[in-house]
């Protein structure tokens, strides 16, 4: 036992705990102290046979909370109808084991994630054996586990988990336990049924803005108008004897107004009086920002992010090749928009914190609510919540904060709620960015030389500072320096741009405007070269094994290489992003500039696909979010400020808008697993893009679609 921890209190068992080395180790809890979070259990049996199972990350949609507690209880062999489910708390046993912090999103779930929940349920397992076979006096190698049992069968014996539970809690936990073979999987690569589905449907599911305490109050906010304004006076005389109302006080960002109801304290909030110190940025516009990229552009400095062979050989004497393209892509801001606003839930005493939030970054909002509000950072409890979408908004803590502080203030648990206009018009957005790609073409219409510019804001400033520099930001890069395609000289040089706007991840982080700049320009090779865009592709692929199956498996399913029906139009796209391969055919039809998509495409190798159901759910609500980037959404700017506020003026795909999605999976078994909660958005855009051109003869290379007129239609 070590003696610097503390123990769970979770009543007699079986406990297995991963320590941040993850040393795996067991306890009986007979007689346990307070709980310490450093030992982490991921695992408890009780002598009544059941199983509980902590989910280390956050639901959001994805589908995650079904998915790893199965590969735990897959090595175990739990029965999975009696598995329980618990959310983790904030500790560093639960950080992300690659990146050793505990946060959701960049698709790394399942890619992190994976070896350790097996390594837990494969030594819960030999420990439940270990158990057994003493109790049958046999060989542990002649046992094994199933549906919740240890089995014998060459006596026909079988002992519950949980009468052997307080027994394997006194084995010593193998260090390299055996995993099951692919073979003997039987919840892996089946499709389960999403564990969160059923409390979903009737309305029991607990979100951010479901939680409620006991003598709880509402803080309505009213964030900063402009981008880095400040706060210069409230008139509390503006809103004197509202109904409900409780306190109106400043928190970092904006104001609170504190009241009885959400409603109460809405309408104080929009009678309430501020004003603002509008600061440096109140002359910000988007054609303000436009100028400073093509200004980026056309000057640099520029950063040498790559080179491949000759990162010279684009320097252009025309002798060098048959022909020269150049192409300029932009992709726009954007806007999460989840369906939930932003929102948090705190009680604050004189000596601790407990936050109740739909977060995708625990441990960043216990790091900043404690150091705001000087609490050593065990005593501030981030207990998470089912989220209503997050896309990456939920990484950030700021709405965490105002809650705590406001808390602290009216001396009552406060959930702070941010109104939809709050939440649109005070988003992290994704950035806009700017591609100037040149090519140098051969004699068979094949790029040979390519240098390629990029001018983009941070995306991991807010979330993943220490990967960001002055002039670089990998993130910005995602997409174009992991390309599969074969070309012998290539540069990338990248300017990383400083803007008023504040930017930040948002689901397929640069992939999504990377993959369309790319995926276009190789489409316009391609034709250049009267060459069919598949083959072309295929053949700037070399041997990729894995890229060349997506593609050919899409080009096999959607039929690519049969003439459409009159009047329907193809486009297809292929990306590597968060290492899954993924590869679409769009295909459409068009009249005037209404643009009718019927169907989409996708083949994807994410390596181990560990629910066919989830995984395809995943892709094909990416092609809704991603036809949505493609013709509607945009985040636009004047006077410091966001203008799109809520739904009427930032437009997303419709129910009778969405086309037929088909999605297959090839199995490759590959390492490391890939992830599919990101990538499904990424190659439907350029993919449209080029059924565009198929259809119009139109290249067009600036998004969203609807500033060339063109609309989507049911």
Known sequence: MDSRRDFLRLGTGLILGCSADFGIRSLTLEGAQSASLALNAWLRIGTDGSVTIVVSQAEMGQGIMSTLPAVLAEELGADWDRVKLEMSPVAQAYRNPRLQWQFTGNSESTMSFFDLMRQMGASAREMLIAAASKRWKVDAASCSTDTGLVLHTATHRKLSFGSLAEAAAREQPPKNPPLKPREQWKLLGKPLPRVDNPAKVDGSTIFGLDFKIPEMVYAVIKNIPVFGGKLSRIDRSSVSGMPGLIDVCEVPGGVAVIAASYWQGKQAADRLRVDWDEGPNADVSSDSLNDRYREAMAAGPWVLASAVGNANAIDFLPAK?????????SSQFLAHATMEPMNATARVTSDSCEIWAPTQGQELAQ????????????????????LGGGFGRRLTAEYVLQAAVAAKIC???VKAVWSREEDMRHDLYRPAVLHNITAGINENGMPVACAHRLVSPSILQYVFPVAVTKTYDPSCLEGLLETNYRIPNARFDFHLLNVAVPTSVLRTTG???????????IDELAHDAKKDPYLFRRELLGANARALAVLDLVVEKSGWKNPPPPGVFRGIAICEAFHTHLAQVVEISIEGKS????????????????????AANNIEGGVAWGLSAAFKSEITFERGRTVQSNWHDYDILRLPEMPAVETYFIDSGARPLGGTGEVGPVTVIPAVANALFAATGERLRSLPLSRHGFRISA
């Open 511 to 521: 992939y999504g405007p990377n993959i369309f700049a790319i995926e276009s320009f």
């Open 595 to 614: 643009v009718k998509v019927h169907r989409v495409v996708s083949a994807a190798d994410c390596g181990t696909t560990l629910n066919p159901n989830i």
């Open 367 to 386: 790091l900043v609510v404690s150091q705001a509000l000087k609490l050593p950072k065990e005593r501030v409890q981030v207990h998470r919540t089912f």
């Open 411 to 413: 001396g009552k648990p």
């Open 321 to 329: 090749f048959s022909s020269v393209k150049t192409a300029e892509f």
